[in-house]
């Protein structure tokens, strides 16, 4: 069933890229690329470019220390999105970045009536920052927080409600769609990890100077027979080792979260906080425990932009795009993360602190390029050593 629904999402995907790429008359303006126009049916290519490079310093207290560096495609995601009269709509995107492809989204939303939407296939489905589209976040990556939780996407069904300034969903979930197969000749079984969710969000100020988002969810997930979930933090970044990492530990887990952002003018504040309930064989059960906060200020009198009635954040509008003879927008950040792993016991489970200072510039809403400085500490049980990290990041994006 996996081959046969990949090889359909493929199908799907290269049809609809003919479809867009046939000849128009008439196409709508410009929104990061044409929209063609079948009847009923809508479609629009879309897609991400991201060029990065890296340099890490990796300082052990041991005296094993490294130097490593990087230039390669972080993401490179090509797809389409439409719709099919009012109440259908669809995308398919896949990821072609990193040395091998993934599909990324892959879903079909049904919207019987304003406010209510039905969701199935392979999404993404809590937390604030990790809701947040990658092309509009503020730092080149989200950090521990996401790496520790696991919070991607997976396979789903979800029913969503929302008004102007609140959200509610609840969803069943499934495994990875990119993972493979358990195998069925498995004597325990073959059977791939379930469970199920819930978010809400609410918004309760909303003026034009000023927006303010509270955000709650939790998340039950079973293995079944499937490997361990482990957890572990990377260095702000997509590069180098996770040194703070628990292995593979957890049969059953409970995620609960809480959002919180703060958007004035050309000023923002974010943080979230997780705790992960880790159910381990023979009845053992350990907490571990994350978080992070963040501030942002545009010089050039730009603001994040805050979308009340999805409960995340969205493309930043700039004033003076450099296409129109315009400087762009500048975006300078500060963020802290923390994630406490010590509670699971095993050597490398240990915490993780690290900060980071972010630059970004806006060329035009739908380009800029980034950089990003990341110190941390890494601080582990014997026989591992303590870790210092330092890294520097540079991304030059692209979407449409």
Not at 86 to 100: H, I, R, T, Y
Not at 214 to 220: K, P
Not at 373 to 391: G, H, I, M, Q, W
């Amino acid at each position: 069933m996996r081959k046969l629904s990949q090889a359909g999402l493929a199908t799907l995907l290269a049809c609809g890229l003919a479809g867009a790429a046939a000849a128009q008359d008439a196409p709508k303006p410009y929104k990061g690329a044409p929209e063609f126009e079948f009847g009923e049916l809508t479609i629009k290519p879309r897609g991400r470019i991201f060029l990065d490079q890296v340099w890490q310093e990796v300082d052990r207290e041991n005296g094993a220390d490294e130097d490593l560096k990087d230039g390669r495609v972080r993401m490179a995601r090509i797809g389409v999105q439409g719709s099919y009269g009012d109440k259908l709509s669809f995308v398919v995107e896949g990821d072609f970045g990193l040395e091998q492809s993934n599909w990324e989204d892959v879903y079909v939303e049904y919207t019987p009536a304003d406010g209510a939407t039905f969701t199935a296939g392979h999404f993404k489905t809590v937390a604030l920052e990790n809701m947040t589209s990658d092309t509009y976040t503020t730092f080149m990556e989200r950090g521990p927080f996401t790496d520790v939780l696991g919070v991607g996407r997976t396979l789903n069904v979800q029913g969503r409600l929302n008004g102007k300034n609140w959200t509610a969903s609840a969803f069943v979930l499934g495994d990875n769609i990119n993972n493979p197969s358990v195998p069925s000749d498995r004597p325990t079984g073959s059977q791939e990890q379930y469970g199920f969710g819930a978010r809400a969000t609410y918004a309760p100020i909303v003026t034009d100077t000023t927006q303010a988002h509270l955000g709650a969810w939790v998340r039950r997930r079973d293995r079944a027979d499937q490997s361990n979930y482990s957890y572990g933090a990377r260095n702000n970044t997509n590069f180098g080792s996770r040194y703070v990492n628990t292995g593979g530990v957890g049969v059953r887990d409970t995620q609960i979260g809480l959002e919180g952002a703060v958007v004035h003018k050309n000023w923002s504040v974010q943080g979230e906080w997780a705790n992960v309930h880790i159910e381990r064989v023979l009845d053992a059960e350990d907490d571990v425990r994350v978080w992070y906060v963040f501030a942002s200020w545009f010089p050039t009198g730009e603001s994040r932009r805050y979308q009340a009635d999805e409960g995340q954040f969205g493309r930043v509008k700039v004033k003076r795009p450099v296409t129109q003879g315009g400087l762009g927008a500048v975006e300078l950040a500060v963020r802290y993360d923390s994630a406490d792993l010590s509670d699971v016991g095993t050597p490398a489970a240990g915490e993780y602190s690290g900060w980071t200072f972010g630059a970004n510039w806006y060329l035009h809403p739908h380009m800029r390029v980034m950089a990003n400085y990341t110190t941390s500490k890494n601080e582990l049980r014997a026989p591992f050593a303590d870790v210092d990290v330092k890294t520097f990041q540079l991304r030059a994006q692209f979407d449409w």
